[in-house]
């Protein structure tokens, strides 16, 4: 049996301990019982920013706001992109306009802006919507 990986609850905060091979028996939160892993993108918050960039698998953001048109454009190749890295990479959207204060700390020049964060740090960042076929060439350029 391998070392478990630190996952942060999308829905609590919550970190828990999942062993590798088990990331596919779709694992449950030990604090709220939700899905720890999802096959969908979920919302960060300010508040919950801290939290969700730690852990061991790594976390991508897409920084997006609703009158951006590519950021529309490039939200349902996001969604899928979430289903075929489950388990391998976790998912989040920031919406810019109601987390002004993150995506100034972030320093969010445009958008939509993907982040990549391994271990509770940024490691890469990619600006402008992308095919799937890019985003996942990009994230496997990265080690994901």
């Not at 990331?23 to 920013?49: I, M, N, T």
């Not at 897409?62 to 890295?85: I, N, R, T, Y």
Request: charged share 25%; with cysteine.
């Amino acid at each position: 049996m391998t070392n478990p990986l630190l996952i942060p609850c999308p829905h609590c905060n919550g970190l828990n301990r999942i062993p590798a091979e088990r990331l596919g028996d779709e694992p449950k939160c030990g604090r709220c019982k939700a899905d720890v892993l999802l096959s969908k993108p979920f919302e960060l918050k300010q508040g919950d920013y801290a939290s969700q960039i730690k852990g061991d698998l790594p976390l991508l953001v897409d920084v997006w706001a609703d009158w951006c048109g590519p950021c529309k454009s490039f939200a349902p190749v996001f969604e899928q992109a979430a289903k075929q890295l489950a388990g391998k990479c976790r998912l989040a959207k920031l919406d810019s306009e109601a987390n002004q204060q993150l995506s100034a700390q972030l320093v969010v020049r445009s958008i939509p802006s993907l982040i990549l964060f391994k271990n509770g740090r940024e490691v890469a960042r990619q600006a402008g919507a992308m095919s799937l076929t890019q985003l996942t060439e990009w994230l496997r350029s990265e080690g994901v």
